[in-house]
């Protein structure tokens, strides 16, 4: 009963002060306020009642505290409404009750009010709520939130509205067009309390609609820059860039006038094609200034007839753009590395020097400067003046001051007479060192063994560089107005590079080894063999035989490029190839492999040569070598069966009785694929084989290789009877006269005489006899043959006229 007493003086209570507040409120100006009145009074008894609050046995009623957030659990005998209702009833600071959907009106109001800005703080306090409850209850509400959109929170509890958003945006366009026409996000954000990405959020979108731009400043700050700012500095830099006449830093011009550098930049790229200049690096450099710099670059190549890239940084042209200038502007000068070159001012005067210089030696000084850039220079003389002498050849020396041209015949002269007169003494007592050094208990000559120390300093031939120098003068009596000491020194360069290099070292090499293994050999013959082997050596190396050897390998390989070069099919020219591999090359091989046997005495059982079926006599390899041969005979090399019952290469045979170097490099010669592979390994290995340097072939050899091959052709064809001796003949007569070439083999009267015919100096009656002649050969008439004949013995076909 005292609890029932209670409860209902409380609401009268209630009710009371509900009709209080109410008439109160409607003569004030304050927003009338959701009271509990009599209908809630009456509606929260029911409830009380239904929850068994008045039952003696029912549950302790909650403390009135507990109001606020009491959200009673669901129980299917309440009535739903009523339970919503009490849900949504708020006390206030005041202790009034009010729903929670009233106060969210209200707080919409508040928001709008202050121009759609305020803080949580505030609108508390309006509401007379706690924080906490205000934010749970209104603001966090996920319905509040879905029913309005455009109510936003910030980090620091205060809520916008998009209304307020967009006006505050135009203002900030208003402000930047009235001032500089640019501001920092960050002094935006700092003025309106923003953090930097919620004022990018709320500004960037809303300016960019009203033409403002969003930039990055030189320091990585977002900046809003108007269209009209940017216009003026667009004006700006192209009026300053076009007036200037020096090169502008741009980072110095940005300093100086407050612009971000980067955004000049920008400027610059975009404008690049209407600017009068260009952009390199951070630099402006006008047309003008460049122009002006050019032509400086220009005037010093007209007075001196060459520019390099040293003048470059005096004239701040990078070397690429330095060429293309003289590129355009003179179409014929030569542009190298780093030098640029007029040949009428640099090369003529050189030129002639060398063509002087036809069988001696020139000094050329040309500029300094150029001297400064040695491969330049180099690739300059050999590639451009010495291009423009074409019957002169030889080799260059430089030093920082001078070159050195001393032509091939003046070399050929050095290195055959004069360096063997000051080598072949030391070459002699060196072997003779190494020949008692190896009976003294060495390694034995010719051993594959790692030479001892002692004989690698045997091997070392150490001729002073200043012998061969003085050498030189003492032959040459003008080189003596050459300097000779000090750095300057041309003459002892020469030496070092040209003459006393690693490959003529090994040269001395080899010819120590070969004069030790001589040696040896000469001691241990008897005296009949030593006079026999003396003979046969001395006309192996004559000239008819050695000799001519070398230069019919290299002759016939001169056809086969120019075989190529006219356009002969692959398949003919690989059976030239092949015939010269099995005619020339293999012969050469059969000469030094029978040379070496009759040398070392080895047995003639274990290594024999067949030629068409008939075994070759050891004393055939010193015979001289018919250069006027049409077709080699099938030569084969047959050699004793090893322990193991297996047949030998040639190299296996010959390593196991003479120096296994020697064995090897003949070896080596007898399996190459390629005539050029086989000259290569000549060159380089004749002197270990047999102690003779190859013989290589130059203008005068060949003239006088070529004038004996024509006697004995001339012999062959005047007692030739047979058509097809006579047509063959005659086709390598006419070869060698017309063009020096010498011709052979299966294909004289086939593809070779086709190419033949072709030539300018064969007129069309010849070409059509030697054709008819070739096409019936078994039914030709002797008058078609004696013309044929005419034809080889003409002494100039390009004169000679058929009877």
Request: net charge negative.
């Amino acid at each position: 009963d005292c609890v029932i007493l209670r409860i209902i003086t409380i609401v009268s209570l209630l009710s009371k002060r509900s009709a209080f507040m109410s008439k109160a409120s409607s003569s004030s100006n304050i927003a009338p306020q959701l009271w509990v009145g009599p209908e809630e009074a009456a509606a929260l008894m029911e409830i009380l009642q239904s929850r068994g609050y008045f039952h003696p046995q029912g549950p302790k009623p909650p403390p009135p505290s507990s109001w606020n957030d009491y959200d009673p659990k669901p129980n299917n005998n309440n009535n739903k409404e009523s339970t919503a209702s009490i849900s949504c009833v708020i006390e206030t600071h005041t202790g009034d009750y009010a729903t929670v959907d009233y106060l969210q009106e209200r707080f919409i109001e508040f928001v709008r009010t202050n121009g759609g800005s305020c803080t949580l703080a505030e609108a508390a306090a309006q509401l007379g709520l706690d924080l906490p409850i205000l934010m749970a209850r209104i603001v966090n509400d996920t319905k509040f939130r879905e029913r309005n959109p455009d109510l936003i929170p910030l980090h620091n509890d205060r809520i916008l509205t998009e209304q307020h958003l967009d006006e505050l945006a135009q203002q900030v366009q208003l402000d930047l067009e009235k001032t500089e026409g640019f501001r920092t996000v960050a002094s935006l954000a700092q003025q309106y309390q923003f953090t930097m990405d919620e004022c990018r959020r709320f500004l960037t979108q809303r300016l960019l609609k009203g033409g403002i731009e969003e930039r990055r400043n030189d320091k990585g700050m977002f900046v809003f820059v108007t269209p009209a700012f940017q216009s003026r500095l667009e004006s700006s830099v192209a009026f300053i860039l076009s007036e200037c006449r020096d090169i502008v830093h741009l980072p110095e011009l940005c300093q100086e006038h407050k612009w971000e550098t980067s955004w000049v930049s920008d400027i610059v790229h975009r404008k690049r094609d209407a600017l009068p200049g260009i952009l390199r690096g951070d630099d402006f450099v006008p047309d003008a200034y460049r122009k002006g710099q050019e032509q400086t670059a220009m005037d010093h190549y007209t007075t001196n007839g060459y520019v390099t890239t040293a003048i470059c940084p005096l004239v701040d042209l990078l070397p690429n753009q330095l060429k293309s200038v003289f590129r355009k502007q003179f179409p014929d000068c030569i542009v190298l590395q780093d030098c640029i070159i007029d040949y009428a001012a640099v090369g003529v005067p050189l030129e002639a020097l060398v063509q002087e210089a036809t069988e001696s030696f020139a000094e050329m000084r040309p500029p300094a400067d150029l001297l400064n850039f040695p491969s330049d220079m180099q690739r300059f003389v050999e590639q451009h003046v010495l291009i423009h002498c074409p019957n002169v050849h030889g080799v260059l020396t430089m030093t920082p001051d001078r070159l050195l041209f001393v032509s091939n015949a003046m070399m050929k002269d050095i290195r055959e007479d004069l360096m063997p007169l000051l080598v072949d003494p030391m070459v002699k007592e060196k072997a003779l060192q190494l020949d008692k050094s190896k009976q003294a208990g060495g390694t034995g000559i010719g051993d594959d063994d790692d030479d001892d120390d002692d004989d690698l300093e045997i091997y070392n031939l150490m001729i002073p560089v200043s012998s061969v120098v003085d050498a030189l003068m003492d032959r040459y009596s003008a080189l003596q107005v050459l300097p000779h000491d000090g750095d300057d020194d041309i003459l002892e360069r020469f030496v070092k590079t040209q003459l006393m290099d690693d490959d003529w070292r090994e040269t001395c090499r080899k010819r120590i080894q070969a004069d030790a293994v001589r040696l040896k050999t000469t001691r241990e013959k008897q005296t009949g063999l030593i006079a026999h082997t003396s003979t046969a050596e001395v006309a192996f190396e004559d000239p008819s035989c050695f000799a001519a050897a070398c230069h019919v390998i290299q002759m016939q390989n001169k056809f086969i490029e120019y075989a190529e070069k006219v356009g002969m099919t692959e398949s003919d020219r690989s059976i030239l190839e092949q015939e010269v591999l099995q005619g020339c090359c293999r012969d050469f091989v059969r000469r030094l492999t029978l040379y070496l046997i009759d040398k070392y005495e080895v047995e003639d059982s274990e290594i024999t040569f067949e030629m068409e079926g008939k075994t070759s006599i050891s004393s055939s390899y010193c015979a001289p070598v018919n250069t006027a041969m049409r077709e080699y005979p099938k030569l084969t090399v047959k050699c004793t069966l090893d322990r193991g019952g297996k047949e030998r290469q040639l190299a296996e045979a010959l390593t196991e009785t003479i120096p296994i170097q020697a064995g090897k490099a003949l070896g080596e010669l007898d399996e190459a694929l390629a005539v050029t592979d086989f000259l290569n390994l000549a060159e380089e290995s004749c002197l270990t084989i047999c102690g003779i340097p190859f013989r290589k072939l130059d203008k005068k050899s060949e003239k006088s290789f070529l004038a004996h091959r024509r006697q004995c052709l001339i012999t062959l064809l005047q007692a030739a009877n047979d058509p097809c001796d006579v047509l063959e003949y005659t086709v390598m007569l006419l070869y060698q006269s017309t063009k020096n070439q010498v011709v052979f083999g299966s294909l004289l009267t086939g593809p070779i005489l086709e190419k033949l015919v072709q030539e300018r100096k064969i007129s069309a009656p010849v070409g059509d006899a030697l054709q008819s002649l070739a096409k019936s050969l078994d039914s030709c008439s002797d008058d078609l043959v004696e013309r044929v004949r005419d034809c080889g013995l003409a002494k100039d076909i390009t004169k000679h006229t058929l009877t």
